[in-house]
């Protein structure tokens, strides 16, 4: 542990830091404090529930990417411009407002969004014979040519892009993506101890993962610490205090609620994508 404000710890300063809204804790204190008038032990996930519930109203979305693939647009009209889209803030109340987000000839996917042939049985995302949809554009991607490196791991993936009118069919899935896109560091948490008895011995050693070489996209340019969003399929992130113009950070408040049929893992370290734990 850093300093009594880690995010790994239950002091208001380091819920603060990892990005708990204050009217999530209150909302919690109000159903749960009451009940508190004998020792005992609340689990964190519990207190996760109510910041989910309040985040998922409060934090605009964006799209990040943890562990990404680079991936080559070789058709026009992206080979030679970039197109801005508009993206809504919340996308059950697009009335709440937009952000604009470049779509270019290069774009970056999370690497567990592509599996080559002989792969697991029921993947639904981008294969050499399985097109994908891109979220928030009309369009699909199928892939072209797969460039490996000396180690054998995909370094780059070329692919067509079609537009869904033209293809007359759907895609099983639509992916996020990035094109243009910010880097930043990710720090995963955990809970601090591995048993409900709090001593030296149950520390969880993989309570943080700092995740370097994440990308996020530019709509969180000029953010201030403290500031949160809910990035698509990974979770409730709050910029750092630690965070400076060249390095953005990001913590994760908390995960989206488990969905076992689409899940990100976290891939092993590579040299495109590095992990510490601490």
Request: net charge negative; hydrophobic share 35%; with cysteine.
């Amino acid at each position: 542990m850093s300093d009594w404000n880690d995010p790994r710890l239950f002091t208001l300063t380091a819920l603060r830091r990892r990005g708990f809204p204050p009217e999530a804790i209150n909302n919690f204190c109000e159903q749960y404090g009451v009940m508190l008038t004998t020792d005992g032990a609340i689990h964190p996930e519990l207190l996760e529930a109510f910041v989910r519930d309040e985040l998922n109203h409060t934090a605009p979305r964006a799209m990040a990417v943890l562990d990404p693939v680079k991936v080559v647009v070789t058709n026009c009209p992206l080979t030679s411009e970039t197109i801005e889209l508009e993206v809504p803030d919340f996308p059950k109340d697009p009335a709440r407002g937009y952000h604009t987000i470049p779509l270019g000839p290069l774009i970056y996917i999370e690497r567990s969004d592509f599996m080559e042939e002989g792969g697991q049985r029921g993947f639904r995302r981008l294969t050499p014979s399985q097109p994908v949809g891109l979220k928030y554009t009309s369009s699909t991607i199928a892939v072209q040519q797969v460039l490996k490196g000396e180690s054998g791991e995909v370094d780059e993936i070329h692919v067509v892009m079609e537009k869904l009118s033209e293809t007359g069919r759907k895609p099983r899935a639509f992916i996020h993506w990035l094109s243009n896109p910010l880097p930043c560091q990710v720090r995963l948490y955990q809970n601090l101890f591995t048993a409900d008895e709090q001593d030296e011995n149950n520390t969880n050693p993989s309570s943080l993962q700092i995740v370097n070489g994440a990308l996020v996209d530019r709509s969180v340019e000029g953010a201030k610490p403290l500031d949160k969003w809910q990035f698509e399929r990974l979770g409730y992130f709050c910029l750092d205090s630690e965070s400076t113009h060249n390095q953005l950070v990001f913590n994760r408040t908390a995960t989206l609620k488990q969905d076992s049929h689409n899940p990100i893992p976290i891939a092993p370290p590579s040299k495109h994508h590095s992990h510490q734990s601490l």
